[in-house]
């Protein structure tokens, strides 16, 4: 995500021989976008794989590989560098360092580094499956896991060596999101969240249909606000080209009437609803299972529309309601629109902005409309604004008070 959300964040970014060093080159470049200072630190086997020379110059900082390094004033880089860091991120994570780690050994810098830190630790393992189904390996992550270590992945496919199963190491982005979670505030942590978001399509014939510009960036960046939060998140997507947050579960639908479907199957399940989807009003009536033609006579065909269900509004109705936010574009007198539409669907709270030119746009600038008034949100990029809606939405909910 190219959005400064690590600013002032300082991690010291652990290296292990693997493979999987490669992708550490582009993982640094991603911390660093979003404006984390990285500060590098490889094995001995690391620097096999990768260059110091290459993770210096995507890191900006001089990298350090051993525990005898004169270039620290007091000669000790193992406590030198954990103390300015909020974290320590191991990636790759290999077999043998998590061993060492479980077991708390300090044989080289980086082991002696994590032994030393008085931060949080975070591994992502990377190695053959074999090594990581292995018993040994196992028991080793389940007892970092019990030491507070955060273990992030492994994947699961195709591995360097040919074979196929889990232990390789998650793609950089998905480890960069992984990251950037783990530093989110939980201000929704334990809450059930189902949202909406995207266009729908609603077909004419086999070939043709009726569709709006939503992209779905607010409903994804939303969801994955969400998830950062602390929340299970499922997310029901009209048809768009964005790829699924991180740890958000997602179902795919085409139309209104599948999204009201997809809903009312999970709207039981969940404590919050947020309905970002753009819902077509009208759906054709009996769109045609052939192609329409053109005719000789150049008759042009007419279209019949039935309106489609409104899921927010029935959702607001159901015995035992989620908590609903309803979102809403307006042109003009957005405050005096939104409150009034908050009302007829009998929401606790309708979120406004000035569509619809905000569509496909990277940013937005929203009012927050509840039975108290209008708060209005300073323009902001839609992954900040998210999860400033996230804390908004957190703070509203009925029992907020029972959570950290
Ligand atoms: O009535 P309008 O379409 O302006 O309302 C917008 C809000 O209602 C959005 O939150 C949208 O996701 C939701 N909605 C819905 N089902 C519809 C139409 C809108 O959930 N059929």
């Not at 939060?229 to 499922?234: F, N, T």
């Not at 035992?320 to 307006?330: I, K, Q, R, S």
Request: contains cysteine; negative net charge.
């Amino acid at each position: 995500m190219a959005t400064a959300e690590l600013a002032g964040k300082h991690l010291v970014l652990g290296m292990t021989g693997g493979i999987a060093c490669y992708k550490i080159a582009e993982l640094t470049r991603l911390l660093t976008k979003a404006g984390a200072t990285v500060q590098v630190a490889m094995t001995e086997a690391a620097t096999q794989f990768i260059t110091p020379v290459t993770m210096q110059a995507l890191s900006g900082h001089p990298v350090y590989t051993s525990q005898w390094d004169a270039r620290i004033d007091n000669n000790m880089p193992h406590i030198d560098l954990s103390r300015t860091a909020q974290a320590i991120v191991i990636a790759p994570a290999s077999a043998d360092f998590l061993a060492k780690l479980a077991h708390g050994r300090a044989d080289d810098l980086l082991s002696t580094l994590c032994l030393a830190r008085d931060c949080p630790l975070l591994v992502v393992p990377a190695m053959n499956r074999q090594m990581w189904a292995n018993p040994a390996t196992q028991r080793n992550v389940a007892q970092l896991r019990a030491d507070g270590v955060v273990v992030l992945g492994p994947d699961s496919g195709a591995q360097a060596c040919g074979e196929i199963g889990d232990g390789r190491m998650l793609e950089p982005q998905a480890t960069y999101e992984a990251i950037a979670s783990f530093f989110q505030p939980k201000c929704i942590a334990g809450r059930r969240v189902l949202v909406t978001a995207g266009p729908t399509f609603e077909p004419i014939d086999p070939v043709r249909g009726l569709t709006n510009r939503s992209s779905g960036k607010m409903g994804f960046a939303l969801a994955r606000a969400a998830q950062q939060a602390g929340a299970e998140v499922r997310l029901i997507a009209g048809p768009v080209s964005l790829d699924t947050p991180w740890g958000v579960v997602r179902e795919d639908v085409e139309t209104a009437q599948q999204m009201y479907d997809a809903v009312m199957q999970s709207a039981a399940d969940c404590d919050v609803f947020i309905a970002v989807a753009a819902v077509a009003d009208w759906r054709v009536d009996q769109a045609s299972a052939d192609k329409i033609k053109k005719t000789a006579d150049g008759r042009v065909p007419s279209l019949a529309f039935v309106e489609n269900p409104d899921i927010l509004a029935t959702v607001a109705q159901l015995p035992d309601a989620p908590y609903c936010v309803g979102f809403a574009a307006e042109s003009s007198e957005l405050e005096a629109h939104a409150q009034e539409k908050r009302q007829r669907k009998g929401v606790p709270l309708l979120i406004g902005n000035l569509g619809p030119q905000t569509f496909g746009r990277d940013d937005n600038e929203v009012v927050l409309v509840d039975a108290s008034g209008t708060t209005r949100l300073a323009r902001m990029d839609k992954n900040a604004l998210a999860a400033a809606l996230i804390r908004e939405i957190a703070r509203r909910l009925p029992d907020a008070s029972l959570i950290s």
